[in-house]
Structure formats: C-alpha cells, structure tokens
T-cell receptor
Framework: GENVEQHPSTLSVQEGDSAVIKCTYS??????FPWYKQELGKGPQLIID?????GEKKDQRIAVTLNKTAKHFSLHITETQPEDSAVYFC????????????FGAGTQVVVTP | EPEVTQTPSHQVTQMGQEVILRCVPI?????FYWYRQILGQKVEFLVS????????KSEIFDDQFSVERPDGSNFTLKIRSTKLEDSAMYFC??????????FGQGTRLTVV
C-alpha cells in the first residue's frame, strides 16, 4: 500500500522567514495530495491541496509543488507569522478512494517572533 | 462556515466496555470517514462510508468496530469491547464529490 514519509519532524523558523516541508510517497497511482494544519486541541484543517495534473499551486503565502517523477511534494510557507505555528501533515490518496488518505507523520512548525 | 462536529470531546471508558463516538458531518456531504491517531503516531484511516454502506476499511477496522448512519445527520463509530490499545484520538471526516475532506475536532478516547 501507499507509504508517505515527511521531513523534517520539527522546524523552527524566525518570523518572516520561509518554511519548507517535504514529503515523499511510494505509490505512483496516488494523484491527490492535500496538506493539513493542526493546531492544539483541534482537528486537521485543510490548507491547500494539489492534484497530479499540475505541478504547483499557490494560495497567498502558501504553495505546494509536486514532482510526479520523483514522487515527492512540498509545502512552502513564505513570510511566516506566529499564527503559522502548528503541526502540518501531508497526505496522499488515489482517485478511486480520495478520502482514504495516507498521512505523513507530521511536522511541528514553531515560528519565533 | 459549515463544519464537522464530534461528541464527546473526551471519553474515558473501562476496558471491555462499549463506546459510541458521534459525528455530525457537513450537511450536503456524501462520503464519511473515521480516522484515528494514537499518541505520537500517524493519523490512520479506519473506514469510509458511502450510500449507507462501508466502501472501504483498513486492517485496523476489525469485528470490534462498526459504523452507522442512523439518521440523516449523525455518523457513529462503535467499539464493542474496548482494549487499552484503542486509546487514541478519533477523527471523523466528510466530503462531497470533490476530494477535499474536512475533519472534525476529534474525540480523545482513553481506555483504562
């Protein structure tokens, strides 16, 4: 089955700097890659996603890139702010079972003022 | 903004007891899911539910687990005889036809 690896496990950045989180997946049939943000005491919140027919997607300060050949995708957060501090999860799934997400282990992002 | 709601937020139960975790998915959503996250581990898929039946389940989802949509709004996960290793955060999620899945805030289940 699909296996998603995520790095780093923790990431500390200065406010205003950029943060990059990387994930790899094992099953070339995966074609949907969402990113979730989880704040303390809350459930995962979808922040951005990408499908395999595009290589990059951007939404204000966040962007996701996908390299299907290498089977990896990344989350980029620019101009980080303290409210970006959270755990971020990448995930992958396939078209015939989109909701069956395989999650990465998560990255604890700490943005220091 | 519509959201998935879960109750209770925290459930403590004795080993061997039955528990029911409840979820109210977003009203026009068609697909429903349960996930769990054991402390310090990945979020894991348990089961998907569509058109009033299970469409897919993981190896974790054995005979001790069941799901039900008893009415038009609730979606429940039942664990018949809880074990210590069932202690985890349980998340409900739902989606429409597009792939974007929305998660509830979770129920922390503690089995003692």
């Amino acid at each position: 089955g699909e296996n998603v690896e995520q790095h780093p496990s923790t990431l500390s950045v200065q406010e205003g700097d950029s943060a990059v989180i990387k994930c790899t997946y094992s099953d070339s049939a995966s074609n949907y890659f969402p990113w979730y943000k989880q704040e303390l005491g809350k459930g995962p919140q979808l922040i951005i996603d990408i499908r395999s027919n595009v290589g990059e997607k951007k939404d204000q300060r966040i962007a996701v890139t996908l390299n299907k050949t290498a089977k990896h995708f990344s989350l980029h957060i620019t101009e980080t702010q303290p409210e970006d501090s959270a755990v971020y999860f990448c995930a992958a799934s396939m078209a015939d079972s989109w909701g069956k997400l395989q999650f990465g282990a998560g990255t604890q992002v700490v943005v220091t003022p | 903004e519509p959201e998935v709601t879960q109750t209770p937020s925290h459930q403590v139960t004795q080993m061997g007891q039955e528990v029911i975790l409840r979820c109210v998915p977003i009203s026009n959503h068609l697909y429903f899911y349960w996930y769990r996250q054991i402390l310090g581990q990945k979020v894991e898929f348990l089961v998907s539910f569509y058109n009033n039946e299970i469409s897919e389940k993981s190896e974790i989802f054995d005979d001790q687990f069941s799901v039900e949509r008893p009415d038009g709004s609730n979606f429940t996960l039942k664990i018949r005889s809880t074990k210590l290793e069932d202690s985890a955060m349980y998340f409900c999620a739902s989606r429409e036809a597009p792939p974007e899945a929305f998660f509830g805030q979770g129920t922390r289940l503690t089995v003692v």
